[in-house]
């Protein structure tokens, strides 16, 4: 381990001094790199791509390179659309760097910045915290992400949730286990290039630097997430996984001066002081609202959405979307998006999985939360995708829950009445689509991909009717522009209520700070900054190069990273 530190630093400044000089060339020698757009057929060779581009432009091309990849499927034939960079007759294309996982020593007496969760914003947060020389201590409530998949597992067969490790909590986040979606459309949030190049650091493909719509996959994450803490640990950071933060400390001026956790295995309380505290707890994180709002923080209730998981076959939706053209072995399984308006509410499809499963992601023992997930070949017999219902404080005021809590008191309630209606186990409610729209109970359910089982259960009496209604409203109209989407095989299976947090943690449009606390800087999805892997990790590089703005001078001229856009709340 000592030779490990002496080398360590070694590569990296000899890694700095090469980036320098490479950059010093390109500098003095590239010129704008030339695209073009062209249009092929999903299984086309690289040699079929160099034809069409030198067709295209009608001239030899020596070299080229995609740089980005969607598909056309509007009308069939689905169309493959590349946006591809080439180089002049003989003046061949400079390589691009490949990105790399090492990271610089934080000094011995760096200062120490509190991380509290170890999800995309937590990580984000304390890599670009490296970068500036701090020191990460991070405390995750969960387990490491290769022993937190025990606990997955107890949920599934034995229906006993860990409410500190389970899909939400743990190493990774709740994006660990929930599919890997990497579509953002946060782009103001930061470098969207520079968060993906990171991912591909530590071992995601490439191909997810030019897919227009980039997907990791639920199999591959954790390997990449062990990675990026390994990449942490040799840098300096410290990390304590089974910790939960129970209390954090201010100032009498109201600085943040420390946190209190308890190490869940051992019983042990620990306090951890630092500079500054990055609040990267996610959006099921519940006991910590809770505390703010015990203390007399700013907190208030956001709109959100609930409403089910549906699920059909993917054969059907490959149909519906590639026009009947048989997907064959170079077209993905297919997609969808979907909106409307319904009785006054936007009615849409949230987290659409081809090829994917419905996980099981209560965080309380008495509660049903579900999501979806797809592995990286996208290759299960089913499709499955959010169902959701945008809801206002109207709606949670008129159910009784008031103030700061009430949209969360209002989601668990909804989790809850699920719970009681499917048996009061990890079993959940469900209901064939075409029964759900007539309002009749369904006499059978067909086989879902929700491996803890479902109850043949009449939704309308589980969803209240400001959820409902609009739903069957939207469903509807969905049938209508996918025709075979009203299939007799669909099934919905409730609820689907984290597709975002019901609090938001208010913070500074400058600093980025609590505008109660200084130095308590909420981030990511949790406190409603982020929604989904990649703003999440955008928004957490953010608050470290706030942090470091407000604890560091910044040297001119140096590097600004992923979070290089100016704040914005």
């Not at 199999?219 to 954090?248: Q, T, W």
């Not at 703003?535 to 600004?560: C, F, H, L, Q």
């Amino acid at each position: 381990m000592r030779l490990a530190k002496v080398i360590h630093p070694c590569a990296v400044a000899f890694e700095k001094v090469v980036r320098v000089w490479v950059g010093v060339y390109l500098g003095l020698k590239a010129k704008p790199v030339p695209t073009t757009s062209l249009q092929t057929h999903p299984g086309a060779t690289d040699l079929e791509i160099h034809r069409a581009l030198e067709r295209a432009l009608g001239q030899r091309v020596s070299d080229w390179r995609v740089v980005r990849r969607s598909l056309d499927a509007r009308r069939r034939p689905v169309k493959l659309v590349l946006t591809v960079e080439y180089a002049a007759p003989e003046a061949p294309l400079l390589p691009a760097a490949p990105p790399s996982p090492v990271l610089p020593i934080v000094p011995a007496d760096a200062p120490e910045v509190v991380v509290v969760g170890a999800g995309p914003a937590g990580l984000y947060a304390a890599i670009r915290l490296v970068e500036h020389g701090f020191r990460p201590v991070m405390f995750e409530r969960g387990a490491p992400v290769r022993e937190r998949r025990r606990d997955l597992v107890s949920i599934t067969r034995e229906h006993r949730v860990d409410p500190d490790s389970n899909y939400s909590f743990g190493e990774g986040g709740a994006g660990t286990y929930s599919d890997g979606k990497l579509y953002t459309r946060s782009k103001k949030r930061g470098d969207v290039q520079a968060a993906l190049r990171i991912l591909v650091a530590h071992g995601a493909s490439p191909d997810i630097l030019i897919d227009a719509h980039p997907h990791v996959g639920t199999n591959k994450l954790p390997g990449i997430i062990a990675s990026m803490r390994e990449a942490l640990l040799a840098a300096g950071a410290r990390i304590h996984f089974r910790h939960r933060v129970e209390d954090i400390q201010v100032t009498s001026d109201g600085v943040f001066q420390s946190v209190e956790c308890q190490d869940l295995d051992s019983g042990r309380r620990i306090h951890q002081k630092g500079i500054a505290c990055v609040l990267a707890t996610g959006h099921s994180a519940r006991d910590i609202f809770r505390l703010i709002h015990r203390k007399g923080w700013a907190l208030e209730a956001k709109p959100f959405a609930i409403g089910v998981r549906i699920e059909h076959p993917q054969s059907l939706i490959d149909a519906i979307q590639y026009h009947n053209e048989p997907r064959g072995e170079h077209l993905p399984p297919a997609a969808y998006s979907l909106v409307c308006q319904a009785d006054g509410r936007g009615v849409h499809s949230f987290c659409m999985c081809p090829g994917g499963i419905i996980a099981p992601c209560a965080t309380d023992q008495e509660e049903i939360v579900t999501n979806g997930w797809s592995p990286s070949k996208r290759n299960n017999p089913y499709a499955n995708s959010g169902m959701v219902v945008q809801l206002s404080p109207a709606d949670w005021e008129a159910a009784g829950h008031t103030g700061p809590l009430g949209a969360m008191e209002y989601q668990a309630a909804v989790e809850r009445q699920a719970w009681l209606a499917a048996g009061q186990t990890q079993a959940a409610p469900a209901q064939r689509l075409v029964d759900f729209l007539a309002r009749r109970v369904s006499t059978s359910l067909p086989t879902t991909s929700y491996i803890p089982g479902v109850v043949s259960v009449d939704l309308w009496t589980v969803l209240p009717p400001e959820i409902a209604h609009p739903l069957a409203v939207g469903l509807a109209t969905f049938g209508k522009k996918m025709r075979g989407f009203l299939h007799p095989d669909a099934v919905l299976v409730a609820p689907e209520s984290r597709t975002s947090s019901p609090v938001r943690i208010p913070r500074d449009r400058e600093t980025l700070a609590h505008p109660d606390v200084a130095g308590l800087y909420p981030a990511g999805e949790g406190p409603g900054y982020a929604g989904g892997i990649l703003s999440a990790a955008m928004d957490g590089s953010r608050v470290a190069d706030a942090i470091a703005a407000t604890n560091m001078p910044r040297k001119e001229g140096s590097s600004r990273g992923i979070g290089s856009s100016k704040s914005q709340r």
